[in-house]
């Protein structure tokens, strides 16, 4: 049964850099699109970005200028990196998995295995 | 990137219908999913592709689309269905967008 689990700081400054990984247990990162997905405490999900396994990615167009996202195939896990963090980036943030393997450049774009999510906060 | 609009909050008693519509410029083009999510809990998806339901997800749960709009149906309401709703979409490349979320409250 495949697991997605986030890790990383749960306490960021402003102004700095947030990272977190993902790490894909009981089954292989291969084939798949990978997404991050945050959540304000009290509001909705926003949808950050994606990478398939072969690297290739595409982020929400309002976070692309200070997101990249990353996969390591050996770790069997996928990285975010979210830079010049304010208050407003402090949410829950999942990673999750696309429904079906990737084909001839598409995703199914929805996501059927989430992670349980990691709140980071961003204060000084 | 396009909008998805959806009501803040939907009431109804136990045992009868609700509705969460989901409104959006690119949804007679571009299928819609939703997720249930319960607080604490990542969400859970509950109708793919329009109308299609996942393994696992009680018949009381369907799904709807007409123009611009999608519908997510929850006949004979039970507690347990009390949540948050999200309806998604995507453009062909993959870009995602989520609708604000629906607070679905069981009298």
């Known amino acids: 049964q495949v697991q997605l689990q986030e890790s990383g700081p749960g306490l960021v400054k402003p102004s700095e850099t947030l990272s977190l990984t993902c790490t894909v247990s009981?089954?292989?990162?291969?084939?798949?699109?990978w997404s991050w997905i945050r959540q304000p405490p009290g509001k909705g999900l926003e949808w950050i970005g994606y990478i398939y396994y072969s690297g290739s990615t595409n982020y929400n167009p309002s976070l692309k200028s200070r997101v990249t996202i990353s996969v390591d195939t050996s770790k069997n896990q996928f990285s975010l990196k979210l830079s010049s963090v304010t208050a407003a980036d402090t949410a829950v943030y999942y990673c999750?998995?696309?429904?079906?393997?990737?084909?001839?450049?598409?995703?199914?774009?929805?996501?059927?295995?989430w992670g349980r999510g990691t709140l980071v906060t961003v204060s000084s | 990137s396009y909008e998805l609009t959806q009501p803040p909050s939907v009431s109804v008693s136990p045992g009868q219908t609700a509705r969460i519509t989901c409104s959006g410029d690119?949804?007679?083009?571009?299928?819609a999913y939703w997720y249930q999510q319960k607080p604490g809990q990542a969400p859970v998806l509950v109708i793919y592709?329009?109308?299609e339901r996942p393994s696992g997800i009680p018949e009381r749960f369907s799904g709807s689309s007409s123009g611009t709009t999608v519908t997510l149906t929850i006949s004979g309401v039970q507690a347990e269905d009390e949540a948050d709703y999200y309806c998604?979409?995507?453009?062909?490349?993959?870009?995602?967008?989520f609708g604000g979320g629906t607070k679905l409250t069981v009298l």
């Open positions: 690119a949804l007679p083009k571009q299928y």
């Open positions: 592709k329009d109308s």
């Open positions: 999750a998995r696309d429904t079906t393997p990737g084909s001839g450049g598409y995703g199914s774009w929805y996501f059927d295995l």
């Open positions: 998604q979409s995507a453009d062909s490349s993959g870009t995602v967008v």
């Open positions: 009981g089954g292989s990162i291969s084939s798949y699109y």
